[in-house]
């Protein structure tokens, strides 16, 4: 259900609001979020500065992107955590599960 929740807000451009759920479910502080990306990021529809622990995406539709504003939540919770390595895999591990429980909720209303 928190899964579901949290894909819901982004979906409806709430990203800040996903990102303050996350931060408290996982015991972090919130990451800040910022449209535009930094210097020399220009590939990209994202990306996580650990120095500023802020979360960047390269347009205004990446804050309605869960995928992205997950992915991104990832490396911030690896950053805090001191384990910030080798995480693209697992960073696209978390984004999936969070979309996956989105649409097994989806699905489970659709059969009520």
Do not use: Q, W
């Amino acid at each position: 259900m928190f899964k579901a929740k949290v894909v819901h807000l982004v979906l409806t451009h709430d990203a800040e609001e996903a990102l303050g759920s996350l931060a408290e479910h996982y015991g972090v502080d919130v990451p800040s979020l910022r449209v535009g990306l930094p210097k020399g990021n220009v590939n990209v529809s994202g990306c996580y500065v650990v120095e500023k622990e802020t979360i960047y995406v390269a347009s205004s539709e990446g804050l309605a992107d869960p995928f992205l504003i997950l992915h991104e939540f990832y490396h911030h919770l690896r950053s805090v955590s001191g384990r910030h390595r080798g995480t693209e895999r697992y960073a696209d591990r978390f984004a999936r599960e969070y979309i996956d429980g989105y649409k097994e909720r989806a699905r489970e209303r659709l059969r009520d």
